[in-house]
C-alpha cells in the first residue's frame, strides 16, 4: 500500500500507516482482503474495516485512475463471501454524501437499513471526507447496510 494514492489513506488511518493495517490481520491474515493489481502495484483493495460481534463492515478503496473498470464491486462481493462463510455478517458504511460507494453496495445487494451520524473525538483524519460533510468538526452522518 505504499504508494498507495493519500486520498485514500482512510483505509488505512486506523491503524495508523499501510504496514500497520498489513499487520493487524484485517487486510491479509484471518480476515482476509482481496486486491487488485496493476504490474506489481496495488490498485484497489477491499478489507474488513471493523469487526463486531457478528459482523465485519467492509471498505472499499480504489485508486482514482482506476476507478469504473469494476473492481471494487468484483473485489467486495469476495470479501463479502469470506465474511459469510466465516458465519458473520457483511456490513457496508459510508457517509451519506458518498453516493458513490452507497450506490456500489446497493448495486452489490446491500440494503440500508439505518442512517445515523457519528461522532468521535477531535477532527476528522479522513482525507476523503470533504469539510461540507463534517458539519461541526467531529461529526458525520452515515448510512449502514448489510445483505
Known sequence: MAGWDPTLQWIWDTWGTP??????????????????????????????????????????????????????????????????ARGRDATWTAPTSNTGSLALAMALGFRAVRTQTAYWVGGSRNPALPPADCGRQGRVKTTAASV
Do not use: K, M, N
Not at 493487524?24 to 483493495?45: H, I, K, Q, T, Y
Open 19 to 84: 504496514d500497520s493495517l498489513a499487520r493487524s490481520g484485517c487486510a491479509w491474515g484471518a480476515w482476509g482482503a482481496w486486491g487488485a493489481f496493476e504490474a506489481d502495484r496495488l490498485v484497489s483493495v477491499a478489507c474488513t474495516y471493523l469487526r463486531g460481534r457478528d459482523h465485519e463492515d467492509i471498505a472499499v478503496a480504489t485508486a482514482p485512475a482506476h476507478r469504473r473498470r469494476g473492481l471494487a464491486a468484483v473485489l467486495a462481493v469476495r470479501l463479502a463471501a469470506d465474511v459469510r
